[in-house]
């Protein structure tokens, strides 16, 4: 499998789940421009003092940070790491569960040379990681979960977990 089918794979799972969130940011977006236009046509009707009207613009702002952000973030969830490797598939297999026998998971299901593994770290967050063997590299793909679903603010969780995955292979690849 190349690392564009894997991509294509991942990317066709979670297609209900982009667009919800897609739709939120875009939600977050339009709002926080409503509450600008809003407090521009108004003329600041609240704040005194200048230092207040520019306060008061914040609000709006975060709206946007969010939306914008989360623009950003969900196009990262299908990043594919590969590490190449002459080892055979079985001996691949060994190392990705002696990977996974230090976390803590909560369920894993295997189809061929493909595993997924969901499983809580240390801060009760979820993550979900993707493996395919084949016969000269490792795939790997991790993403975090929210509540049951991709989500989209995860706080540097799955960069964290994916270096974590590739440090270990490369290690023993």
Not at 1 to 26: G, I
Not at 86 to 100: G, N, P
């Amino acid at each position: 499998m190349t690392v564009d089918q894997f991509k294509q794979k991942l990317e066709k799972s979670e297609k209900f789940s982009d667009v919800l969130n897609y739709l939120t940011c875009t939600f977050f977006i339009g709002f926080g421009f409503w509450m600008i236009g809003d407090l521009a046509i108004n003329k600041f009707p609240y704040p005194e003092t200048d230092y207040e009207k520019y306060l008061i613009l914040l609000f709006p702002l975060a709206f946007l940070a969010i939306g914008i952000y989360g623009f950003w973030r969900i196009p990262k969830n299908y990043q594919i790491g590969c590490v190449y490797s002459s080892k055979t598939i079985e001996e691949k297999w060994t190392i990705v569960h002696e990977y996974l026998s230090h976390l803590n998971v909560k369920s894993k299901t295997t189809d061929d040379n493909q595993i997924e593994c969901i499983y809580r770290n240390k801060y009760l967050n979820s993550l979900v990681v993707r493996i395919h063997l084949d016969d000269d590299k490792i795939l790997y793909n991790v993403q975090s979960l929210d509540t049951g679903d991709k989500g989209i603010i995860d706080l540097g969780l799955s960069k964290r977990a994916t270096k974590r995955l590739k440090k270990f292979l490369e290690n023993r690849l």
